[in-house]
């Protein structure tokens, strides 16, 4: 997994965004990763998909993902290859169900006055740096724990688990 993650900030959250309306409650039983990833933040904006491109990164105020968070809204987020999601914080059930599938987060105080929309931002998940490229500025987030990071570079819980439990071939 790149540790390091470079994009434009597509998205800016308010505080205590429920992260289920990433998708809208219609699909929240919906697993075909196509079909969640064309309906990306569509009732908001329905030409947001033509707006983002690969590697592109999401803001976020104080306890993003609260509520009752499925794997719908990161699936969505992960098909159209947002790189991550920066927040003031997040509830903490979304952040252990990002992890889970290997979606990079990151927490760190003072983004949401740290960056504005279509801002070039460069994210160390590893550090918790965070360098506004576009003002110039830099912020301290986070880091992220080696163990979660693990995790991610594994593709998420299920690849984890399958290498640290996996005998070896004989």
Same mark, same amino acid.
């Given at each position: ?5 470079? =994009?434009?900030? *597509?998205?800016? #959250? ?13 699909y929240i039983s919906v697993t075909d990763r196509e079909i969640l990833g064309s309906v ?7 030409? #947001? ?17 609260? =509520? /009752?968070?499925h794997y719908q809204g990161i699936a969505s987020l992960q098909k159209n290859r947002i790189?991550? *999601?920066?927040?003031?914080? #997040?509830?903490?059930?979304?952040y252990r169900i990002a992890v889970f599938y290997a979606f990079p987060v990151i927490v ?9 929309? =279509?801002?070039?931002?460069? *994210? ?20 992220? /724990?080696? #163990? ?23």
């Open positions: 997994m790149e540790k390091v993650f470079q =994009g434009k900030t *597509v998205w800016k #959250f308010d505080d205590n965004y429920n992260a289920d309306l990433i998708v809208g409650s219609k990306c933040l569509a009732d908001y904006d329905p030409e #947001f998909l033509k707006k983002i491109a690969p590697g592109d990164l999401m803001v976020a105020g104080k306890n993003f993902g609260y =509520g /009752h968070p790189s991550t *999601v920066i927040a003031e914080s #997040f509830y903490p059930l979304w760190c105080p003072g983004i949401s006055q740290g960056a504005s929309l =279509g801002d070039e931002i460069k *994210v160390s998940i590893e550090n918790g740096r965070i360098e506004n490229v576009t003002r110039g500025t830099l912020l301290q987030g986070e880091p992220v /724990h080696p #163990f979660l990071l693990e995790i991610m570079e594994s593709g998420g819980m299920p690849g984890y688990l399958k290498k640290k439990f996996s005998k070896p071939k004989a």
